[in-house]
C-alpha cells in the first residue's frame, strides 16, 4: 500500500528544536518531489516547504532558517528538522507526495507539534 | 508571494444543490492550481489539478475551471460526503500558497 506515516510530534518548549519523520511505503521517497504542509488549530493549510529529488529544496518565508528538510534513501523517510519554536509553529504537520510537480496527490495523516511551556 | 483570496469564506447548501466556490490569485499563474477538499480530522485529498483535470477516481459532479487570476470549483449535486472545507492551492511560484478555505456546510 501506498502511504505516508508522520512522527515526531509532541509538546516542546519555545525555543526548542524536534525533527519529524515522515515514512513512506509503496514508493521511493529519494526520487520524489516531497512537500510538508501544517494547519494550526482550527486554521487553514499553510505550506512550510518542498524538496526535489536533486536535494534542493525551498521554504516559506515564516520558516525559512528555521527549518531544514532532509532525506534518507536508506530508510526511504523525508525529515523535518525545526528549531527555534514559537508558540504560533503550533499545529498538525503533514508530510505530502508531489507525483507530478503539479499539486500533492498523497498525504500522510499528520503529526501535532504543540509548543507551549 | 502570490496570494489566493476564496470566495466566499463559508456557505451553506442541501443534499443535492450545485454550488460553485472561487479562487482569486493576487498575479497571474497560468493554469497551476489545485482545489482540495478536506474533512475534518482528515488531510486533504486532491480534487482538480492545473485548474480544470479532474484527479483520478473523483466524481464527475467535480470541476474546476479558470486560467490566469481567476479560477472556480463547481460541485453539481452535493452529497453528504461534500460537506467539508475546500482549499485551492497554486503551484505557478514560490510559496505554493494556499487560499484561506471555504467551510461548505449543511443547510
Known amino acids: 500500500e501506498v502511504q505516508l506515516v508522520e512522527t515526531g510530534g509532541g509538546l516542546i518548549q519555545p525555543g526548542g528544536s524536534l525533527r519529524l519523520s515522515c515514512g513512506t511505503s509503496?514508493?521511493?521517497?529519494?526520487?520524489?518531489?516531497m512537500s510538508w504542509v501544517r494547519q494550526a488549530p482550527g486554521k487553514g493549510l499553510e505550506w512550510l516547504s518542498v524538496?526535489?529529488?536533486?536535494?534542493?529544496?525551498y521554504y516559506a518565508d515564516s520558516v525559512k532558517g528555521r527549518f531544514t528538510v532532509s532525506r534518507d534513501s536508506s530508510r526511504n523517510t523525508l525529515y523535518l528538522l525545526m528549531s527555534g519554536l514559537r508558540a504560533d509553529d503550533t499545529a498538525v504537520y503533514y508530510c505530502?507526495?508531489?507525483?507530478?510537480?503539479?499539486?500533492?496527490?498523497?498525504w500522510g495523516q499528520g503529526t501535532l507539534v504543540t509548543v507551549s511551556s | 508571494a502570490i496570494q489566493l483570496t476564496q470566495s466566499p469564506s463559508s456557505l451553506s447548501a442541501s443534499v443535492g444543490d450545485r454550488v460553485t466556490i472561487t479562487c482569486r490569485a493576487s498575479?497571474?499563474?497560468?493554469?497551476?492550481l489545485v482545489w482540495y477538499r478536506q474533512r475534518p480530522g482528515k488531510p486533504p485529498k486532491v480534487l482538480i489539478y492545473?485548474?480544470?483535470s479532474l484527479e483520478s477516481g473523483v466524481p464527475s459532479r467535480f470541476s474546476g475551471s479558470g486560467s490566469g487570476t481567476d479560477f472556480a470549483l463547481t460541485i453539481s449535486g452535493l452529497q453528504p460526503e461534500d460537506f467539508a472545507t475546500y482549499y485551492c492551492?497554486?503551484?505557478?511560484?514560490?510559496?505554493?500558497?494556499f487560499g484561506q478555505g471555504t467551510k461548505l456546510e449543511i443547510k
Open positions: 505530502a507526495r508531489g507525483l507530478t510537480y503539479r499539486y500533492l496527490d498523497l
Open positions: 509503496g514508493f521511493t521517497v529519494s526520487s520524489n518531489y
Open positions: 524538496s526535489y529529488s536533486d536535494g534542493s529544496a
Open positions: 498575479q497571474g499563474i497560468s493554469s497551476a
Open positions: 492545473d485548474a480544470s
Open positions: 492551492q497554486q503551484f505557478n511560484s514560490y510559496p505554493h500558497t
